[in-house]
């Protein structure tokens, strides 16, 4: 043996040749700063074998290496600047020595090789891949470039073009694209994996691959002419500023280090790598984006939790064939579900079935599916006007008209039909739980499984606890949401639940600044500036003019104190004038059809004599003041709810709006944003408007918070 470590280990495995093999105690492999300080121990183990031919690394683990441990990160990234530097030296200390071992080196990449793995597959002269293997730097997702020499190597590997569009892209790569790219050698089955590998390093060893001469062309300048670089790294910015967006300084910052290290041979270029790295990593996006990975990896292991106390769901059944009941038919169906979708008009089953079918389409015209897969998806979605085709399903959803007694009458009927440890739940987006249970024989078994439109494309779902519902209702509905692909949080019975409580606020600031005089496409324009990703007057538009106006009628009434409806808004005036938004192609805006059948937004002015009783005079508003007034009753009832224990934990809080609504994910949802800016700072500001009523009032605990100075998240020291 020459090293045995927690994480790693190092033996012969045939005269000459030695395998690195990365096997960590935990339950995947990654870049801790444990592991990296065993990869030192082995990689100076190695410089001091003198009967060394070649190294085989390997992994033991069912995924290669999937990255760096990111729960390492905000605590290192608060450190001087100097430390973070002097970190990225020493740890790519050890990726130069081991990459300028006297000897070839194989990888054999089994499994997800993301990041610091991707990095260390770059340290070796030869990979090979498994046909299994997914491969990629996708570090600019967490507002970060790569710091382990990822912009240094793989640019010189497979040219500059390749390098920044899968680093500024973030996104995973298949084995044969990496291939076709020249990331990697050869892809193999994974059985065949390690053998190939081994071929590959004898042959190395014998002179019939140029290992060498491999490593020289990762180790010095990149081969691009001047004038060619000039234009692939200028054509590169143009393209990812118009993605990315100047929220998003990492892929940039990415293109710029590639860019400026060019000319340079590999040790110059990692230092130009630190440089970036450290820039970015020190931006508030970063620990944004970082914290929404750590949020995420919380629901994650929630929903696991949930798996395991829930009984596999083998049949489902959606009630209605709308939209929504559409959208989460398809959404089942391509997850591996069968289901039942039921409705009373064979035109709306029609209408399910055909949507479905359009969506799976373009999962074939990009690649993505087979012609088979897709009439096998089809074929799991069953089609039906009786009830007696859901009386054996595990999980019902009802999803038809927003509309309680309907829901009543829906809900009494299935429940008569199925088993009795069957499981009832209703897409409702405003209706208590609670109040919809009240005619149930079996409220324990019943809950809210709110989706959000479009289902296919929105991750959140909202599982909502009623007054009786059971533990066990919870964790089978959640273990359910998370198996159709969904991020599922659980939310305590309110009016509004969570999402919608918290939106509701948002939209009576619109209409209170427009009463005020503001214009409403000044508001939309600071709003998305701001990082939404459609204004206020727009996504109403999008949601249903007549949709918000019951809606906000629902949380009045809940809400009183600060959602009352107590003065008549635009939002009155345009939905007794039938103009609906996008529905019938007129609400603040006009919409007509683009080339593609989807609505596009146009001005309309008539609706500002329209609108002229119920806004006040026109009168200028700062951006800041727009920002201000739009925001904070949003952010004060997102802490309200966690208050009053509506969502249990900060993650679900502000993952909930960043998936549910869009909220900017560069601001890390509502919670990180006032860490960011500091609760005194959002109580002072509050206080401001205290002239506008109790949505604006901050509640006593965030009083109290910001005379402690405590914020929602930990500080890192």
């Known amino acids: 043996m020459l090293f045995q470590g927690d994480s790693l280990r190092c033996d012969w495995i045939e005269p000459g040749i030695a395998e690195l093999c990365f096997d960590s105690s935990g339950s995947v492999n990654k870049f801790d700063r444990s592991t990296l300080n065993e990869f030192r121990q082995a990689v100076d183990a190695l410089k001091a074998t003198d009967d060394l031919r070649g190294v085989l690394v390997t992994s033991q683990k069912e995924q290669f290496i999937v990255g760096a441990d990111i729960t390492e990160f905000l605590g290192l990234f608060a450190a001087p600047e100097a430390q973070l530097r002097q970190w990225l030296k020493d740890a790519n200390a050890i990726f130069n020595d081991f990459e300028d071992l006297p000897v070839p080196s194989v990888v054999a990449i089994n499994g997800i090789a993301f990041g610091g793995g991707m990095e260390m597959c770059l340290a070796c002269d030869i990979r090979v891949a498994a046909t299994s293997a997914q491969v990629g730097l996708p570090e600019t997702k967490l507002g970060l470039i790569p710091g382990f020499g990822g912009t240094t190597r793989l640019p010189r590997l497979i040219g500059a073009d390749n390098a920044i569009e899968w680093i500024a892209g973030g996104a995973p790569v298949r084995p044969e694209d990496a291939l076709k790219a020249g990331a990697v050698d050869a892809v193999v089955a994974p059985e065949a994996l390690k053998d190939a590998a081994l071929r590959m390093l004898k042959s190395a060893i014998t002179g019939d691959i140029d290992w060498k001469g491999r490593r020289e062309q990762k180790k010095g300048p990149l081969k691009l002419p001047m004038l060619e670089a000039q234009m692939s790294f200028a054509t590169s910015r143009a393209y990812v500023l118009s993605k990315a967006g100047k929220n998003y300084p990492a892929p940039l910052t990415a293109i710029d280090v590639i860019e400026k290290a060019a000319g340079m041979a590999r040790d110059e270029a990692l230092s130009v790598e630190a440089d970036g790295f450290v820039k970015v990593a020190k931006t508030e996006v970063a620990r944004s984006l970082i914290t929404i990975f750590l949020n995420d990896q919380v629901l994650k292991k929630q929903a696991k939790s949930a798996a395991k106390q829930a009984k596999p769901v083998q049949r489902m059944a959606v009630l209605g064939a709308g939209i929504m009941g559409g959208g989460i038919a398809y959404q089942a169906a391509v997850k591996g579900m069968p289901v039942v979708m039921k409705d009373i008009r064979e035109e709306a089953l029609q209408l399910g079935l055909s949507e479905a079918a359009k969506h799976l389409q373009k999962r074939v015209d990009k690649g993505r599916l087979t012609v088979e897969k897709m009439a096998e998806t089809l074929n799991r979605i069953v089609p039906t006007l009786k009830y007696a085709e859901v009386a054996d399903a595990d999980v019902v959803v009802e999803a038809v008209v927003e509309n309680p007694k309907v829901k009543d009458a829906v809900l009494a009927e299935t429940e008569a039909l199925l088993r009795e440890d069957a499981i009832l739940a209703s897409n409702t987006s405003t209706i208590s739980i609670t109040r919809l249970a009240k005619n149930l024989k079996r409220p324990d078994k019943f809950c809210g499984m709110h989706f959000f439109n479009p289902v296919h494309r929105m991750p959140l779902v909202e599982v909502i606890r009623g007054e009786q519902t059971s533990d066990e209702t919870i964790a089978q509905v959640v273990a359910l949401a998370a198996a159709m692909g969904k991020s599922p949080i659980v939310v305590n019975d309110c009016p509004g639940f969570y999402v919608n409580r918290v939106l509701f606020p948002y939209f009576k600031a619109f209409n209170m600044l427009l009463r005020d005089g503001a214009d409403f496409r000044q508001i939309d324009k600071v709003m998305e500036k701001w990082g939404w990703p459609m204004g206020p007057a727009y996504l109403l538009d999008v949601v249903g003019i007549d949709t918000g106006y019951h809606a906000t009628a629902v949380m009045a009434e809940g809400f009183p104190d600060r959602m009352a409806r107590d003065f008549r808004s635009a939002l009155d005036v345009l939905y007794e004038n039938e103009r609906f938004g996008q ?90 944003y006032i860490d960011s800016l500091g609760i005194k700072t959002i109580v002072d500001m509050a206080d401001k408007y205290a002239e506008l009523g109790v949505m604006y009032q901050p509640t006593e605990g965030m009083r109290q918070m910001a005379a402690e100075g405590r914020g929602f998240y930990p500080k890192h020291a």
């Open 583 to 672: 529905k019938n192609g007129r609400g603040f805006y006009a919409y007509e059809p683009d080339k593609k059948g989807k609505p596009k937004k146009q001005l309309d002015e008539t609706v500002f004599d329209l609108l002229k009783p119920v806004c006040g005079s026109p009168r200028e508003f700062s951006e800041q003041e727009i920002i201000e007034r739009m925001m904070l009753p949003m952010l004060i009832e997102v802490v309200r709810c966690v208050e009053e224990g509506i969502v249990a934990t900060v993650a679900e809080a502000d993952l909930g709006l960043i998936y549910g609504l869009g909220f900017p994910p560069f601001r890390g949802g509502p919670l990180r």
